[in-house]
């Protein structure tokens, strides 16, 4: 591993923040079947010494698999020097980990003044536009639709909680004000051809094969997710894939696989492009296992992305301490999850063309107790990055006798 040499201590406080093939796409022609806020922190490496931290980097190696190399951001992130410099070396697509959710680009005063969904992106949003923009970086949009940070005001009468919820046709407005409001953001501030995927609805199958009871649900019925990618299909850019997005995907291929045969228009034409595995991964999890579910999400037709991997140290509430030897079974771990897509995706078995980080270093993780990043606080080298980087002597297989 390679230290970043010289710190300046700083403290700041970051705000980051079986399936059949499926009919034609109405987006991209015919299938072809092949809360977190955040975390305070204390030392913030700095810029100026950040070298070259390999001969590759995550993003040409990604490159040579017909794949983007992801992680999320915040304006806070590409704010700091240092920060944004290992950002740009290794990757080349970001996530905002939070200013484009609903939460963060519903306007409440205009709304109401309005009477209806007024979406206005924050400064946060803009910023990290703007920089991706200037620095060629492609964009996942983050989300649309979603039971999570979501206003609660959005679902009732007068934008007022205190009411009751509006009725389904209600909704269905509020819901197609939301969806349409973002891309006419997005084009406002001239960045539609940023955005290569999109999140339309995030998490909405429970790992039990049920789908996710929410406001949507209760007030729009079982068909709100259809709705969602009716909507964002009839409003978002061509060249922008529409992606559904979960957790947790091994135990709902099931669901997800029958589920997405239903996103199709009257002409039996997708509304959808893709499935967004979030990847949130612990050590002991079963990687066979999971890499069976994603053939078995592949079998849909429809792209795949890992959208906001990490692989946290130990499981669940049980976290294990960054030791040499848990360090190295993470590096095994992302070696032999990044070597199974590569080898899918060379032989055409899967259509993969991102592969998305949550994070880049522990210190800013949303589960930094788990260490589950690539580079340690300090911004140096773990194992999981050599994993990554399939140079397995580097990480953490034994050496070979
Ligand atoms: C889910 C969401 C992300 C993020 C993480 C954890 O995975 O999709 O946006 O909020 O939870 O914070």
Redesign the pocket.
């Known amino acids: 591993m390679k230290k970043i040499s010289c710190l300046i201590i700083s403290v700041m406080i970051l705000v980051m923040s079986g399936c059949a093939a499926l009919p034609q796409s109405a987006r991209t022609g015919p299938v072809q079947n092949g809360?977190?806020e955040q975390t305070v922190q204390d030392q913030v490496p700095s810029a100026e010494n950040g070298e070259q931290l390999s001969e590759e980097t995550l993003r040409a190696l990604f490159e040579k698999h017909g794949m983007k190399a992801g992680t999320c951001v915040s304006s806070m992130v590409i704010e700091n020097p240092a920060m944004e410099k290992l950002i740009l070396e290794q990757f080349d697509s970001v996530t905002m980990?939070n200013a484009m959710?609903p939460d963060a680009v519903i306007n409440r005063e205009k709304s109401r003044k309005e009477g209806k969904i007024v979406v206005e992106y924050g400064n946060d949003a803009k910023k990290v536009l703007n920089w991706a923009k200037e620095n060629g970086m492609k964009m996942r949009g983050?989300?649309l639709v979603w039971y999570s940070?979501t206003p609660e005001w959005i679902f009732h009468e007068d934008f007022d909680e205190t009411k009751g919820f509006v009725d389904r046709e209600e909704m269905l407005v509020r819901m197609e004000d939301l969806i349409r409001g973002n891309f006419e953001q997005i084009d406002e501030l001239g960045c539609s051809d940023l955005f290569y995927a999109y999140d339309v609805v995030?998490?909405g199958w429970m790992e039990n094969g049920i789908m996710r009871r929410n406001h949507w649900s209760e007030i729009i019925g079982d068909d709100y997710m259809w709705y969602a990618f009716y909507y964002a299909d009839k409003y978002a850019p061509e060249e922008t894939d529409l992606y559904y997005?979960d957790?947790n995907e091994q135990f709902k291929a099931d669901a997800i696989c029958k589920f997405v045969q239903t996103l199709t228009d009257e002409d039996g034409r997708y509304l959808i492009d893709g499935i967004g595995l979030?990847a949130?991964f612990f050590t002991a999890d079963d990687l066979n296992g999971y890499l069976k579910a994603v053939d078995r999400l592949s079998e849909t037709g429809l792209k795949l992305e890992l959208t906001?991997l990490d692989v946290g140290l130990g499981k669940y509430q049980a976290p294990l301490k960054a030791t040499d030897e848990n360090l190295n079974k993470q590096g095994q771990f992302y070696y032999e999850l990044i070597n199974g897509l590569f080898e899918r995706a060379d032989a055409g078995k899967i259509d993969m063309d991102a592969i998305t980080f949550?994070g880049f270093t522990d210190l800013i993780s949303?589960r930094k107790e788990y260490s589950p990043q690539l580079f340690d606080s300090l911004f140096a080298e773990k194992p999981a990055y050599y994993g990554v980087m399939q140079i397995k002597e580097k990480a953490g297989f034994e050496e070979e006798q």
């Open positions: 809360q977190n980990e959710k983050h989300t940070q995030n998490e997005n957790y979030q949130h906001e949550w949303w």
